[in-house]
């Protein structure tokens, strides 16, 4: 472990609330050292030689990937734990069966045995962080206590980090207590355990992502969700952009996919080129807090500042944004290395991998040369497409929610709730394959209402109630929509092209909240008829679209018999209106012919 750069004392003594937890979390861990992280580019260049000079990270090619340095994670330590992922609310029933629980008196005595004496020997590291812009009213703050210099240096990318934040938490007098060791990486001692009441985390034995940067999914999503619900507004798994038309009209969408479906390629879409004059502002690319304004919409910030996205399949056909802003000052984790020191994914089109993401030589029959779930850490500024609103204090007003899935059947390319109501049912019910990005069977259709069941740090019968408490406060509510980018043909092939193609999907989108798309009526929405959609240009296989528009009823009787034996688990907890909705669903689906 690298030693810490020169302790900064000034900042040790800014908030008493904050000292006096640091050190009773001293005195259980034992460190050697406390480090105070002020958030400077120095602090940031110092631990990164540090880990550089302790081969803890790889400096990459400074020719091709200027500032840019790779890190391998124990091979047990690739992804999100969900089965050890736990809320432990006073009441079993709050956390709701889509969420591990254990008494929160045990879960403490189980972590503070695991945290006891694990710093000995290691840098105890304080960083006060800020979920959103630094001023906005909107923001949350925590401070996240590690060990690792690796999440330091994540966490200074992915949140305001620092003595600004330690100033704002002076000025808020409440922040989220969040204590993480990497531990021994053992995975039979690993746990991710929150504490929504004490708005607390503990997360032992994983330096990974999800379950180590506390400021992300364990604060921004799981104990912000809880927050949300107290406060009146949503914390929810969703990107953020802009669409600027040639006339220089922007509407900002939020969209909610489960991880690993592109969130992040969506945020920073590049239209096609017949898309002249149009542009595409990312605000933000996985998390998004939503607050009702005073004018009756409801207004968006993104709680990060950094992305942390899925590395395969970027290239410059893909995501050439994203291709772009990695390819200076960028963590990389678990991809494969070129001869000379590049990184290398699969999909990407140039070089050759000679070294996989466990430092051994590329050897197909080891599997890919980039961890499925390899990732990059950089700046949200180095986005071209980064949105000048991604700092402002208000946020952004949203025109349309749109909840999506990876579904190889039955989902349509698009379609659109009737009201509120129905689209609070449409996030309920959306159900997904499973991806790498956690660590259980991939490709598996799972219920992932509104992509936040790994998230929702409370139960999803009262989360639905507040979905409709908040959309009962909107006087213009989003329009709420469903995509699907993934849907397949009879012999498994894609029968969309994705990726910036999508922009048409955005563009009717947009005119329907506009009030001037066209559209359908089915038993499930509204759907746009082939016609309808922007299609100049697009090279798509005769027939595709029509099978991409096509609603099968006797699929969604099945879909919605499946939903409400879902929802049934949530027992009286499930919003009698939202039960109502599902039979009108129903009783639309059985009445269709088409
Ligand atoms: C993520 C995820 O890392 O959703 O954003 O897993
Ligand atoms: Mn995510």
């Avoid at 990497?182 to 032992?204: A, C, N, Q, V, Y």
């Avoid at 409801?298 to 994203?322: C, D, H, M, Q, W």
């Avoid at 240009?537 to 005769?542: C, E, N, R, T, V």
Wanted: hydrophobic fraction near 40%.
């Amino acid at each position: 472990m690298a030693t810490a750069p020169q302790l900064v004392t000034s900042l040790a003594t800014m908030n008493r609330d904050v000292s006096a937890w640091v050190e009773s979390v001293a005195k259980l861990t034992l460190p050697n050292l406390v480090y105070w992280c002020d958030g400077s580019p120095a602090e940031f260049q110092a631990l990164q030689r540090e880990l550089i000079a302790a081969k803890e990270l790889l400096p990459l090619n400074p020719q091709s990937f200027p500032g840019c340095v790779l890190s391998r994670s124990n091979p047990s330590d690739v992804a999100r734990v969900e089965h050890l992922t736990y809320v432990c609310t006073r009441n079993k029933e709050d956390a709701g069966p889509n969420n591990h629980w254990i008494d929160p008196a045990q879960a403490h005595a189980q972590m503070d045995a695991l945290f006891a004496g694990c710093m000995k020997g290691r840098t105890l590291y304080v960083v006060p962080y800020c979920m959103g812009p630094i001023d906005s009213p909107f923001s949350r703050c925590g401070v996240e206590i590690t060990d690792s210099a690796y999440v330091v240096l994540n966490m200074q990318l992915m949140t305001r980090m620092g003595r600004t934040a330690l100033e704002r938490i002076t000025l808020d007098g409440k922040f989220v207590r969040g204590l993480h060791s990497t531990g021994d990486l053992d995975p039979k001692r690993r746990f991710i355990m929150h504490f929504p009441e004490e708005l607390s985390i503990k997360s032992f034995g994983s330096g990974y992502g999800g379950n180590a940067l506390l400021g992300k999914k364990c604060h921004a999503l799981r104990i912000a969700s809880w927050q949300a619900r107290t406060e009146g507004w949503l914390a929810e798994h969703m990107l953020i952009v802009g669409i600027e038309n040639p006339e220089g009209e922007i509407h900002y969408l939020a969209c909610a996919f489960p991880s690993a479906c592109g969130k992040t390629n969506l945020a920073m879409l590049i239209p096609p080129a017949s898309y002249q004059g149009w542009k595409v502002w990312t605000v933000g690319d996985d998390i998004a807090w939503l607050h009702p304004g005073k004018d009756g919409r409801l207004y968006a910030i993104n709680p990060e500042s950094g992305y942390f996205g899925v590395v395969p399949g970027t290239n410059a056909k893909t995501n050439r944004n994203a291709y772009n802003m990695i390819r200076h000052d960028t963590i990389f984790t678990n991809v494969g290395l070129t001869a000379d020191n590049q990184p290398w994914w699969e999909g990407l089109t140039e070089g050759t991998p000679v070294t996989d993401w466990q430092g051994r030589p590329y050897d197909p029959v080891n599997g890919p040369a980039a961890h499925a779930n390899s990732r990059f850490t950089v700046a949200a500024t180095q986005n071209p497409s980064y949105s000048k609103l991604a700092d402002a204090p208000g946020g952004v007003p949203i025109s349309a929610i749109i909840f999506g899935g990876r579904r190889r059947t039955l989902a349509p390319l698009v379609y659109q709730a009737r009201n509120w109501l129905h689209g609070v049912l449409v996030g309920a019910g959306v159900a997904s394959e499973t991806t790498a990005a956690a660590t259980d069977a991939i490709g598996v259709v799972r219920r992932d209402p509104m992509a936040m069941k790994p998230f929702a740090g409370y139960n999803f019968g009262d989360y639905w109630s507040h979905w409709i408490d908040v959309g009962a406060k909107l006087k213009s509510p989003p329009q709420i929509f469903h995509v699907n980018w993934f849907r397949q043909n009879a012999a498994g092939k894609f029968l969309w092209p994705g990726f910036g193609e999508n922009m048409r999907v955005l563009r009717w989108v947009i005119d329907r909240c506009k009030g001037t798309g066209k559209a359908r009526e089915t038993a499930i929405g509204h759907l746009p008829n082939s016609t309808d959609l922007d299609l100049q240009g697009l090279d798509i296989a005769p027939g595709a679209l029509d099978e991409l528009l096509a609603v099968s009823p006797k699929l969604w009787r099945d879909e919605f018999a499946g939903i409400e034996k879902y929802l049934s688990e949530f027992g009286g907890r499930v919003p009698q209106a939202l039960k109502a909705e599902l039979e009108n669903a129903l009783a639309r689906v059985h009445s269709s012919q088409a």
